[in-house]
Nanobody, 121 residues
Framework: QGQVTESGGGSVEAGGSLRLSCVGS????????MAWFRQAPGEEREEVAV???????KYADSVKGRFTISQDKDKNILYLQMNSLKPEDTAMYYC???????????????RGQGTQVTVSS
């Protein structure tokens, strides 16, 4: 069974930047849309950004203009560049692949274990 693995999380001060990476097998990157989700303690998991197989992107209103989702298909890596981070961005961030554009967490066939992002004020 294929899988995806996230990295790049950490602790930063408000206003800082982080870049998350998600690595998976090649066939995963051709299996449908890919997305980043996040979940803070006591909160519902939310879709942060999604990119379709055709390159269309969509962002949560809370991150528009600050986060950018992108792919390096040659290296089979999905990225989430996060700039101007805020304390409310603190959460576990998850990568998901092989899903339906806008279909939500459970539409994805491959889901990672997450990487923690903590933003201090």
């Amino acid at each position: 069974q294929g899988q995806v693995t996230e990295s790049g999380g950490g602790s930063v001060e408000a206003g800082g930047s982080l870049r998350l990476s998600c690595v998976g097998s090649g066939y995963i990157y051709n299996a449908g849309s890919m997305a980043w989700f996040r979940q803070a303690p006591g909160e519902e998991r939310e879709e942060v950004a999604v990119i379709s197989s055709g390159g269309n992107t969509k962002y949560a209103d809370s991150v528009k203009g600050r986060f950018t989702i992108s792919q390096d298909k040659d290296k089979n890596i999905l990225y989430l560049q996060m700039n101007s981070l805020k304390p409310e961005d603190t959460a576990m961030y998850y990568c998901a692949a092989g899903g339906i554009y806008g279909g939500g967490w459970w539409s994805y066939n491959y889901r990672g274990q997450g990487t923690q992002v903590t933003v201090s004020s």
